[in-house]
């Protein structure tokens, strides 16, 4: 009874609602996402090549056996494989001093040779002088070797500067019973200086051996 003096009105048509201004709405979203991303403050993390001149890297003097068991079979060439990988895995601020054993040490590389040469080819060049060499008749005294290691690692760089972050020493060697280590009894290893082996086995190893005897006449 409250309607009965009313007018009926037929209902309106309203516009349907859409999109005006895309563009627009797309650039305040943007900044928007943009706002919530500075705000969340997100690590992005990319490579950042080593500065050979800044850093303190590692000093590495790489010995390889060179005696005459390293000339059974596969042995040499696991040898200089093993040699390669270590070669590629140093840095640029690293120094490296690749060396050749058997009786007495033989250094292919020098840590001044490593520093004067380009980034990029010292562990070519390097692997080439080991290709140019191949183990003899001697025998093998590692005791030696490590020792004349230990003697260039614990040498100043040239050009002063602090001293390196970390010295290692890496053998290469099938570590046959016959290396001789007397050399290093009594002493007192450096502290600081590490020793990495990279054993080589040859595929077939047999009982065949080799002894030297005197002559009949003595």
Do not use: Y
């Not at 040469?117 to 060499?133: F, G, I, K, Q, W």
């Not at 002063?160 to 280590?181: F, K, M, N, S």
Request: charged fraction near 25%; hydrophobic fraction near 45%; aromatic fraction near 4%.
């Amino acid at each position: 009874s409250s309607l009965m003096f009313l007018e009926p009105s037929p209902p309106r048509m309203t516009r349907k609602s859409r999109l005006e201004h895309i563009l627009l709405l797309l650039l305040r979203c943007l900044v928007l996402g943009l706002l919530a991303l500075g705000f969340a403050r997100p690590f992005l993390q990319r490579p950042v090549a080593a500065d050979a001149s800044g850093g303190a890297g590692t000093r590495i003097v790489v010995l390889v056996d060179a005696s005459a068991s390293m000339r059974r079979e596969n042995l040499w060439n696991d040898a200089k494989a093993r040699v390669d990988r270590v070669l590629k895995q140093t840095s640029p601020a690293d120094a490296v001093t690749l060396a050749v054993f058997d009786r007495v040490s033989r250094a292919l590389v020098n840590f001044e040779q490593w520093g004067s040469m380009p980034v990029n080819e010292r562990a070519r060049v390097a692997s080439r002088r080991l290709d140019e060499t191949s183990p003899g008749w001697g025998g093998t005294h590692l005791g030696n070797a490590l020792l004349n290691a230990v003697e260039l690692l614990e040498e100043k760089p040239a050009g002063g500067g602090g001293a390196p972050a970390a010295r290692r020493i890496v053998v290469v060697t099938d570590l046959q019973e016959g290396a001789h280590l007397d050399g290093l009894q009594g002493f007192e290893w450096p502290r600081g200086v590490e020793v990495v082996l990279e054993t080589v086995k040859a595929r077939r190893p047999t009982n065949a051996g080799l002894q030297i005897l005197a002559d009949r006449e003595e």
